[in-house]
């Protein structure tokens, strides 16, 4: 993503409605702050959408666009900038036009949710990518064959991906620092009042002793074999075997840190999961049980209901009113 000095880099704001303003404010402010700091213009924008109509953001904020995409001068970079309810928001032309883009070898990004967009148009088959950790799952179960990182950003050949919200920041600095050097686009960040840039090495979400509040190696060891192990869970027995230590020294352990057994921690930990899919996908029930553990969808739909206090098809279809 090298720039040749002298030249404006494009960028071509797509947006999507629903789209997230934070992650979207993320990733234009850097340029304009580029700009600022230049005293001249290395970057230019232009905001549209699929037919030049204003765009409604996920707070209820409008945004007026100045052209539709099919009429926008030719970027360098397209960035498609999306949020919540993006499967409801992908269609047909706007993936032929996304990869007519790519054909004429423009770099294309997308920030929070507009990696589905470009999973869906076959742009990240060859490609690492991110998505915000809340739709993780859902990207998974749809896409399994693609390589979908905890990265905040992603970057690879001419694709990059962003988790969103600030991590769009971050994506953006990293363009910036290659089209020019670190040291400048560490004047942006110190603009921006962000002290620390990060890098694609880090996680969206902090690791698990952090965000447990537990050290322990043997509960570390216990959560992350749950957590890689969903759809076909292991006994406390095999559990409490693989770590070296009893069933009741297993018991004790989550007793101390978290007040309750290893056996309702795994629980939470899988219907948090079917709730993912059931909200961001269109499994059915029947499927997310299994993907989840569960034998059968009335097993599933009892423990989903006694977790969250309603059923696994009244969550969707109360969801599916405000979509």
């Given at each position: 993503?090298?720039?040749?000095?002298?030249?404006?880099?494009?960028?071509?704001?797509?947006?999507?409605?629903?789209?997230?303003?934070?992650?979207?404010s993320n990733a234009i402010e850097p340029l304009r702050l580029a700009n600022r700091i230049a005293k001249?213009?290395?970057?230019?924008?232009?905001?549209?959408s699929e037919h030049g109509e204003k765009v409604t953001?996920?707070?209820?904020?409008?945004?007026?666009?100045?052209?539709?995409?099919?009429?926008?001068?030719?970027?360098?970079?397209?960035?498609?900038?999306s949020g919540e309810n993006v499967k409801n928001h992908t269609n047909k032309s706007l993936m032929n036009w996304i990869r007519k883009e790519a054909r004429k070898n423009t770099t294309i990004g997308a920030i929070c949710t507009g990696t589905y967009i470009l999973a869906k148009a076959g742009l990240l088959n060859d490609c690492k990518s991110t998505i915000h950790w809340e739709n993780q799952d859902s990207l998974k179960e749809e896409f399994s064959d693609l390589t979908i990182t905890e990265s905040i950003y992603a970057i690879d050949k001419r694709r990059f991906t962003s988790a969103g919200g600030t991590a769009s920041l971050d994506l953006m600095l990293y363009i910036i620092s290659q089209d020019f050097h670190t040291g400048f686009a560490k004047l942006i960040a110190d603009q921006m009042i962000h002290d620390s840039i990060r890098t694609e090495l880090?996680?969206?979400?902090?690791?698990?002793p952090n965000r447990i509040g537990a050290r322990n190696p043997k509960i570390l060891t216990a959560i992350k074999s749950m957590e890689s192990n969903i759809e076909e869970p292991l006994s406390p027995l095999i559990l409490a075997a693989n770590l070296g230590i009893s069933i009741r020294q297993l018991e004790r352990?989550?007793?101390?840190?978290?007040?309750?057994?290893?056996?309702?921690?795994?629980?939470?930990?899988?219907?948090?999961k079917a709730r993912n899919l059931l909200?961001?996908?269109?499994?059915?029930?029947?499927?997310?049980?299994?993907?989840?553990?569960f034998s059968s969808s009335s097993h599933f739909s009892k423990c989903y209901k006694s977790a969250f206090?309603?059923?696994?098809?009244?969550?969707?279809?109360?969801?599916n009113q405000f979509n």
């Open positions: 993503m090298s720039s040749q000095e002298g030249l404006v880099k494009r960028f071509l704001f797509v947006l999507i409605e629903d789209f997230s303003l934070v992650a979207f001249k213009n290395i970057y230019s924008w232009e905001l549209a953001c996920s707070n209820g904020i409008s945004i007026d666009v100045k052209v539709d995409i099919y009429g926008a001068k030719s970027p360098n970079y397209v960035v498609l900038c880090d996680k969206q979400l902090p690791s698990i352990l989550f007793q101390r840190y978290f007040a309750k057994s290893p056996k309702r921690y795994y629980m939470e930990l899988r219907l948090q909200l961001q996908t269109e499994m059915n029930v029947l499927q997310i049980a299994l993907a989840c553990g206090n309603v059923t696994p098809h009244n969550e969707r279809g109360f969801a």
